[in-house]
């Protein structure tokens, strides 16, 4: 495995607070790595570590083999960043300001022109001569991965980058992130679970400055029982859960509503053979009986929830 980017022991402390405390982190070359947590979660100041753009208190940072904190430009020319709220001049037009971006990059002119018009095709914005003021956010966040990838990045770090997105804005930038899978190796921060699933290969999950679990996807929806079951039921629904939780292939169970059960199951076909007797013990009446792969939404929740407990 070639490693992209490396995080060890990283800890940014603020007013002897911990930003950041002692997180590892690995991100394979050319794979979407989703860096996921709920808001305040320390996302946005591991971001700008990585970026060089502030100091760890300590630990390490490491990009393409080089420690970023003594690494020289010609490191940093290797990243492309998008912020979470990216700024642009509203008097440009899309290509004139991927010229300016690809400039300060130092990209020949040839090279350049060439580079922002396959770039803007891709992101759906060729042909647009619209000045970036009339843009809607969906267009100017599609604009902001472009000019990230001016510099033909070797590591995309996108922070956030479909938060406030109505849903064709959010399908439109993780469309352009997908095409994007092994031409470059993307980092991809957000609290959106769903997004996440769609788009990424791998997953750490960071919660109060501290990283919870680091996986690929299928992996990680391993761990916590790949599958659950559905149910409604009329009368005895407190009872039959608790009978549900004592058989030997059920996890967590719970309790949304009145007649409704969900509960997570190593052994699907068991639980499928077993429910209906267990319904009929209790005189309950079966209304609804569904099965189904567990998401990342349950193993998030999961996992935040023990954390706090």
Not at 121 to 145: F, N, P, W
Not at 179 to 187: A, D
Not at 212 to 223: G, N, S, V, Y
Request: glycine share 12%; aromatic share 6%.
């Amino acid at each position: 495995m070639t490693v992209a980017l490396e995080v060890s022991a990283l800890t940014k402390t603020y007013n002897g607070k911990h930003a950041l405390d002692a997180i590892d982190l690995t991100v394979e070359e050319g794979s979407i790595f989703g860096f996921l947590g709920p808001n305040g979660a320390g996302k946005t100041t591991a971001l700008r570590l990585i970026t060089g753009l502030t100091r760890p208190t300590s630990g390490v940072v490491r990009v393409l083999g080089h420690d970023v904190a003594r690494a020289g430009n010609a490191v940093r020319a290797q990243l492309g960043f998008l912020p979470d709220v990216p700024a642009f001049y509203d008097w440009m037009t899309a290509p004139e300001f991927m010229r300016f971006a690809g400039g300060l990059f130092g990209v020949e002119r040839s090279v350049l022109t060439q580079r922002a018009g396959m770039l803007l095709d891709s992101a759906g914005l060729g042909g647009v001569t619209t000045r970036i003021g009339g843009y809607s956010r969906g267009m100017k966040q599609r604009l902001g991965i472009a000019q990230a990838l001016i510099n033909a990045p070797q590591l995309l770090l996108l922070d956030e980058p479909t938060s406030a997105l109505d849903p064709i804005g959010r399908k439109d930038v993780l469309d352009m992130i997908d095409s994007l899978r092994g031409r470059t190796t993307i980092f991809f921060s957000t609290h959106i679970l769903g997004d996440v699933e769609r788009v990424c290969d791998t997953v750490a999950v960071l919660d109060r400055g501290r990283v919870l679990t680091q996986a690929p996807i299928p992996e990680l929806k391993a761990r916590y029982g790949t599958h659950k079951i559905s149910m409604e039921v009329t009368g005895s629904a407190d009872a039959l859960a608790a009978a549900i939780a004592q058989r030997p292939w059920a996890g967590a169970v719970t309790r949304e509503n009145v007649g409704s059960i969900e509960a997570t199951v190593t052994d699907v076909r068991a639980a499928q053979h077993d429910i209906p007797r267990l319904v009929v013990d209790h005189k309950a009446g079966l209304i609804r009986l569904e099965a189904g792969e567990i998401g990342l939404e349950e193993v998030f929740l999961d996992l935040i929830g023990e954390a706090h407990s």
